[in-house]
């Protein structure tokens, strides 16, 4: 088992461009999750899927970010435009069910300037 | 959403048993308590999870009191190898998952 696999492991852009990180979850596992940490507001839940399907997106902080997962191996975060403030590391987990512990990528650093 | 308090640091010697105590505010489901390790440029990792009284692992106790309003993580004889940061994830508001990590205990273990 591969785990969680995300990318790029790291991202640098301008200010005013888009960005796409990509996931792709463990095999089998229904849910998929977008966190994103920084020191000042540590881990943050942006986002989470089930069978596909957003179930909570309350987290995301406005409308500059997008997410979707068009099929159950694939999900992709979006900022556009980026800004500095976004700059952060963004991680992507799994699980296989509802009460189940989450399986965490090595997470995209990404740094606008 | 559950509110979480751990203690923001905690300094240990190699060998010795760490205790992190975690409390928070939410205990009206059925959810697990979970605890997760993370070390620098990595994704947090599940150390285990608990309901009530006791769990035991390979690598960690887990005590929960009978209330469910905090939960201590217990590593037995740590290594410098155990310098991480943990993170307590409470139960969930009544239907809706347990999501929401604290600010995390960083463990400094030292020779």
């Known amino acids: 088992d591969a785990g969680v696999i995300q990318s790029p492991r790291h991202e640098v852009t301008e200010m005013g461009q888009e960005v796409t990180l990509r996931c792709k979850p463990i095999?089998?596992?229904?849910?998929l999750f977008w966190y994103r940490q920084t020191m000042m507001r540590g881990l943050e839940l942006l986002i989470y899927?089930?069978?596909?399907?957003?179930?909570?997106d309350s987290g995301m902080p406005e409308d500059r970010f997008s997410a979707k997962m068009p099929n159950a191996s694939f999900s992709t975060l979006k900022i556009q435009p980026s800004e500095p403030r976004d700059s952060a590391v963004y991680f992507c987990?799994?699980?296989?069910?509802?009460?189940?512990?989450?399986?965490f990528g090595n997470g995209t650093r990404l740094t606008v300037t | 959403l559950a509110k979480t308090t751990q203690p923001i640091s905690m300094d240990s010697y190699e060998g010795q048993e760490v205790n992190i105590t975690c409390s928070h505010n939410?205990?009206?489901?059925?959810?697990?308590i979970t605890w997760y390790q993370q070390f620098p440029s990595q994704g947090p990792r599940f150390i285990i999870q608990?309901?009530?009284t006791k769990v035991t692992n390979e690598v960690a106790s887990l005590f929960i009191p009978a209330d469910r309003k905090s939960s201590t993580l217990s590593l037995p004889r740590v290594s410098l190898s155990d310098t991480a940061v943990y993170y307590c994830?409470?139960?969930?508001?009544?239907?809706?998952?347990?999501?929401?990590f604290g600010s995390g205990t960083r463990l400094q273990v030292q020779p």
């Open positions: 987990a799994s699980s296989p069910g509802y009460n189940s512990p989450l399986h």
């Open positions: 095999s089998g596992h229904d849910y």
């Open positions: 899927f089930n069978n596909n399907v957003p179930i909570d």
């Open positions: 939410n205990i009206a489901t059925n959810d697990y």
């Open positions: 608990g309901y009530k």
């Open positions: 994830l409470p139960p969930g508001d009544t239907g809706r998952r347990a999501l929401t």
